[in-house]
């Protein structure tokens, strides 16, 4: 290679970086020797941002735009200062370029269940799954916190960590929110917002943000939801009784579909014990019977008492005063009083007159 060749390459020189791997996060301009020219070209592309390290210390940050490198102020030695070396220049410089662009469709979930009360089932274990985008926000803050000196640096070396950081914000916001199990679904939304603002605090720290965050299902332990599906059977049933009749008549289909005969009559059996019916055609009971009233309660009996020389004795039941009449301790004239009568009465003037009535006649001979 002549001289003017060489020294056409020491003048010309462009830096820049295309990405068609969909997952790198930060990418290491590779030189030999690291050695950047006097006059090079550096290309960012709108969604990157170039961050320059000259003898380890972070120089500048270059966002979006066409850059030519001659000024003194850049932190940049070339080749052509040093003809002493023979071309080799001491001093070296990086150039990272950092994906600005969103990193969409990552995945979340929690690995444990997460313990929260509930208002209306008490202590419950929720478990969620959902989405969210990353985004480098600070490039300079990303490279110095976590990329380091690594080459080329990949979304999978981060997301572990930011999944960690998601599930535990998730849980401190579930479980201080206060929203019932059964209103969760219709306030993901809300709930996305909050997890959200929770993780930025942290991890705007690593210089990130998170435009995006999607919660796309919360779900409750298998034997929480088989209890629930069956109290939602029973709503759904309305009515238990003509529940359990149309139970009935379709164990009677399905009997008769097996069997003609035993089959069927055990169905009709099984059919007529479900439905709670002893009696009655087609295993139906009477319209009268399904909506017979109670008996009513037996009329209480009365009781009397008795005024006699200005003392009250009693209270007697009917049959005891019927002895007494028959004794002869009660007479007509006798001052009676039961409840709901109004003030003493003479006792043939109440219903104890009849007592007086059957008195047996006189025995023979008296």
């Not at 929203?179 to 997890?195: F, H, Q, R, S, Y």
Request: net charge negative.
């Amino acid at each position: 290679m002549g001289i003017l060749d060489f020294l056409t390459g020491e003048f010309i020189d462009v830096i820049h970086w295309t990405d068609d791997t969909q997952d790198t996060m930060v990418w290491r301009f590779e030189r030999e020797g690291h050695e950047i020219k006097y006059g090079a070209k550096l290309t960012v592309r709108e969604g990157q941002a170039a961050v320059f390290v000259h003898e380890g210390q972070l120089a500048d940050v270059f966002t979006p735009g066409l850059y030519m490198l001659e000024t003194n102020n850049m932190p940049i030695l070339t080749t052509l200062q040093h003809w002493d070396h023979g071309f080799k220049s001491p001093f070296k410089s990086e150039i990272y370029f950092v994906n600005t662009t969103r990193f969409t469709d990552l995945k979340w979930g929690t690995k444990n269940p997460i313990m929260c009360r509930d208002p209306e089932f008490g202590p419950v274990r929720l478990r969620a799954f959902g989405t969210y985008s990353v985004r480098v926000s600070d490039p300079s803050k990303f490279l110095v916190e976590i990329v380091g000196t690594d080459g080329e640096f990949t979304m999978d070396e981060v997301s572990f960590q930011i999944r960690n950081i998601i599930v535990q914000a998730f849980s401190r916001v579930i479980a201080g929110s206060g929203i019932p199990v059964l209103d969760m679904a219709a306030n993901t939304m809300e709930l996305g917002k909050m997890v959200a603002s929770e993780i930025s605090k942290i991890v705007a720290d690593y210089g990130l943000s998170i435009p995006e965050f999607y919660i796309e299902n919360i779900s409750l332990p298998p034997a929480v939801e088989e209890a629930l599906d069956k109290r939602t059977s029973r709503g759904l049933a309305g009515n238990l009784d003509e529940h359990m009749k149309w139970s009935a008549a379709e164990a009677l289909q399905k009997g008769g579909a097996a069997s003609e005969g035993m089959g069927a009559g055990m169905g009709m059996g099984m059919g007529m014990a479900m439905s709670g019916m002893a009696a009655g055609p087609w295993g139906q009971a009477p319209a009268a019977a399904q909506h017979a009233a109670p008996p009513p309660p037996p009329p209480a009996e009365k009781v009397w008492h008795i005024a006699e020389g200005g003392a009250t004795t009693g209270p007697f039941s009917r049959a005891t005063m019927g002895q007494k009449a028959g004794t002869g301790e009660v007479t007509r004239d006798t001052l009676v009083w039961t409840a709901g009568q109004d003030g003493w009465t003479r006792a043939e003037d109440t219903e104890l007159a009849t007592l007086f009535t059957v008195m047996p006649p006189p025995p023979p001979g008296a």
